[in-house]
């Protein structure tokens, strides 16, 4: 987080010798604020100092990684903003789907194989099931440590470690700590143990607390005992208390530099039912967790939970595109109808909506704009008539059709020419300006 | 440990909006809906005020639309063959708390039914349920400015909530809605800025924005899904932040909008893995509005019955408990 130069100042010795090069040290303080000249510069800068700023110039909210280094681990926090639309949302909350302790090691590493499956594309991106919960609940230490070995060495996903009695804990962790499992979790009751499991084998640790002061002092105490990385928990089943508790945590750490606060959250929405569990943990994925605890494996859950992931956590700076090319929507056939449009998603969708709607069978031509809207692309270069004829040629439009009629969007009618001149397209029509005119348009024009 | 204050200090408040109204009020409700009235984003009660929790309005349609799956149409039952016997399905065992009547029937593109029919169907539904109504003509602005002003008519003192008012149409819907005594859902196409836009017009022609609920026209999750809850959300913060014009409740047409998507009609046979269709469709459905929830809608309509379930405990998960 930016210091200004008074906060800066404020650490520094205060004595004006000049030795940094700058005549006082106020003068030091604004050059070190505006990032000309680092801390470190002033040759008489304390340790007491110098931890302060380091710690001051650290993210407001940690970084956190869980699974080995390199491939495989999956990383939350750090973020910035508490809307999307003021920056974006950095890191997507990860799924964590929970081993029950209750379950055979047949049944367990049944499920583990299952986990290893739930991978899904979707508009092009790979959405997974990235993390398993392995629930320890009530096994003796022995057990507990074998139980984990096992799924160890079939998981293609790093653990996150249920238990509450720290000798199963400390068993478990001994097995994979070279794997970096998260350890669930301390709370007012075992906090000792399990921060000091979590500070010799240097595992993320998530913490609990009954209130947040609680949890800030539980906090606060594992770091200083050395648990650099720590996550937040909360109960999804208490979700009114708990979209209050995330959300205060967050703003204290990104707008007041709360530190003991300035970690990702995790919420624990497992649910017996499919659908409450699927409602949780989207209400979640809109509030700030970075990894959810379930339950389900279904495609019915996954898929929308992951969907909602994928949709919060796009860059809402960067437009959504789809894939250029040559879109059949309905039974097309030789004598269907020609449209182009940009690749900016609005569009497409607004377009292949009304399409659909019009009950015409339609080749939907999506030209590559850059994800920019009709005018947009126009008007920024990115849409030419020369574009369009490429982009046809590009996409075999010709070779689907026997006519030569292509309906162009209303807001650039100025193609038609153009490309009734340079293209096989020797008859244009001129469309609606918006989307929503198409299924009168084709029911009017086309014949 | 002393936690530093960061409680958002918002200086205004969204306009509560009473739908339906009883005998006493000149129409035939048994019940009114209030909606909005916050002061505060959604469920952070320990910062301010959210009075009415969101609602859910069960979507009924004049004709069955023609793309929708039969694992839809089936959970729905028989009833969908009748406007009336739908809505009073939806209210007596779905348990909605109002009724969303989509006049499909009248688009010119498809059966292209008569303003009389319509105006037919809202009496019909109106009869059938005592709870308000959302009347949402089929989009296709000349064909509402035909249709809504008779259906206004016909149900003229029952304080409903008639859509979609645009920067086109909206003289003609702020006429019907001042005469009938009707509030008014005001629509802008996935921008904030027209959203604005087509409000201050309603305003102009003389429509109180205190009557006006506003539609960002919605987007099913995975398609723009992301863009209108910003807008939701962004909305939301301008009208707590002092801006009149924003500071409306919100309506998503969830239902509507869902059923038309690849990932609730195709089943397992097109989408290997991805589950079985008859969980997936509510289960899209459900996670739509309960994410459009979090952004600040005030009103969602919602088709499948077990989606209403859904997001009906889910809201009262969110409404209860201590404030802090």
Not at chain 1, 175 to 189: C, F, G
Not at chain 1, 222 to 242: E, H
Request: glycine content about 8%; proline content about 5%.
């Amino acid at each position: 987080m930016a210091l200004t130069a008074m906060a800066l100042y404020k650490h520094l010795p205060r004595t004006n010798c000049g030795d940094c090069g700058f005549p006082t040290c106020m003068a030091f303080a604004m050059q070190v604020a505006s990032k000309q000249k680092a801390a470190t510069d002033c040759p008489h800068l304390s340790e007491q100092a110098k931890s302060a700023l380091s710690e001051a110039a650290s993210p407001p909210m940690k970084l956190v990684r869980i699974g080995p280094a390199g491939t495989g681990g999956v990383e939350i926090g750090q973020e910035t903003v508490m809307f999307r639309h003021e920056e974006k949302f950095h890191h997507a909350p990860n799924l964590a789907v929970k081993i029950p302790a209750s379950l055979s090691n047949d049944e367990a590493l049944k499920k583990i194989e299952q986990i290893n499956q739930a991978v899904f594309t979707r508009v092009g991106q790979e959405l997974a099931v990235r993390l398993v919960a392995v629930d320890l609940a009530g096994l003796p230490s022995e057990k507990a440590a074998e139980r984990t070995k096992a799924f160890a060495a079939k998981s293609r996903a790093p653990f996150v470690l249920m238990a509450e009695d720290p000798d199963a804990m400390a068993a478990a962790v001994a097995v994979v700590s070279d794997k970096k499992p998260l350890i669930y979790k301390a709370t007012a009751k075992n906090a000792e143990r399990f921060i000091s499991i979590a500070a010799d084998k240097k595992c993320p640790l998530a913490i609990s607390g009954e209130t947040l002061e609680q949890l800030a002092d539980l906090a606060k105490t594992a770091k200083d005992k050395g648990v650099a990385d720590i996550v937040l928990a909360f109960d999804g089943k208490d979700t009114a208390r708990s979209i209050r508790a995330i959300t205060t945590a967050r703003r204290a750490a990104l707008k007041k530099g709360f530190r003991p606060f300035g970690f990702p959250s995790m919420v624990d929405v497992a649910h017996d039912d499919m659908a409450r569990e699927t409602a949780l943990a989207s209400t979640f994925v809109a509030k700030y967790a970075g990894i959810l605890i379930i339950n389900g494996l279904d495609g019915a859950e996954l898929l929308p939970i992951l969907t909602a992931i994928q949709n919060i956590y796009t860059d809402p700076q960067v437009p959504n595109t789809v894939e250029s090319k040559l879109y059949e929507i309905g039974a097309v056939n030789e004598n269907s109808p020609v449209l182009f449009t940009t690749n900016f998603a609005l569009t497409y969708f607004s377009v292949e909506g009304e399409v659909e709607r019009s009950k015409v069978p339609c080749f939907i031509s999506v030209i590559d704009t850059g994800g920019l809207g009709v005018l947009n692309a126009y008007a920024g270069d990115k849409l030419s008539a020369e574009k369009v004829v490429k982009a046809l040629d590009a996409q075999k439009a010709a070779e689907k059709v026997k006519h030569r009629k292509l309906v162009i969007p209303g807001l650039l009618p100025a193609f038609r020419a153009e490309i009734e001149d340079t293209s096989v397209w020797k008859q244009v029509l001129i469309g609606p300006e918006n989307a929503s005119g198409i299924p009168a348009f084709l029911a009017g024009n086309w014949k | 440990m002393q936690i530093p204050d960061a409680k958002e200090k918002w200086t205004s408040k969204i306009n509560a909006i009473t739908l339906g109204a009883t005998r006493a009020e000149g129409g035939t409700r048994a019940k009114t809906v209030t909606v909005g009235g916050e002061t505060t984003l959604p469920f952070l009660t320990s910062e301010g005020e959210m009075p009415h929790p969101p609602a859910i309005a069960g979507l009924v349609v004049d004709v069955v639309p023609e793309g929708w799956p039969d694992i839809l149409k089936k959970a729905i039952g028989d009833e969908i063959r009748s406007p009336a016997e739908w809505a009073r399905k939806c209210v007596e065992k779905f348990k909605v708390d109002l009724i969303c009547l989509k006049l499909l029937g009248p688009d010119p593109v498809g059966k292209n039914l008569s303003a009389d029919h319509a105006a037919k169907t809202v009496k019909a539904v109106l009869e059938a349920v005592d709870v308000p109504l959302i009347i949402w003509g089929c989009g296709d602005e000349k064909k509402d400015n035909e249709v809504l002003p008779p259906c206004s008519m016909a149900a003229r003192g029952e304080n409903c909530l008639i859509g979609a008012a645009t920067d086109k149409n909206y003289r003609t819907l702020g006429a019907i809605g001042k005469a009938d005594k009707h509030k008014l859902i005001g629509e802008a196409p996935v921008d904030i800025n027209i959203a604005k836009q087509v409000n201050i017009l309603l305003q102009d022609a003389g429509f109180d924005l205190k009557d006006v609920v506003m539609c960002q026209v919605t987007a099913a999750l995975g398609y723009g899904f992301d863009y209108v809850y910003t807008i939701f959300e962004r909305v939301r913060i301008a009208g707590l932040r002092g801006d009149k014009h924003m500071a409306l409740p919100q309506i998503a047409n969830v239902g509507w909008e869902v059923w038309k998507i690849k990932e609730a009609l195709a089943d397992e046979d097109i989408l290997p893995g991805w589950g079985k269709l008859e969980k997936r469709g509510p289960q899209w459905e459900a996670t739509t509005a309960v994410g459009y929830i979090q952004a600040g809608a005030d009103i969602v309509t919602l088709a499948h019955p077990d989606a209403i379930a859904t997001v009906k405990e889910t809201i009262t998960q969110l409404m209860t408990g201590d404030s802090k």
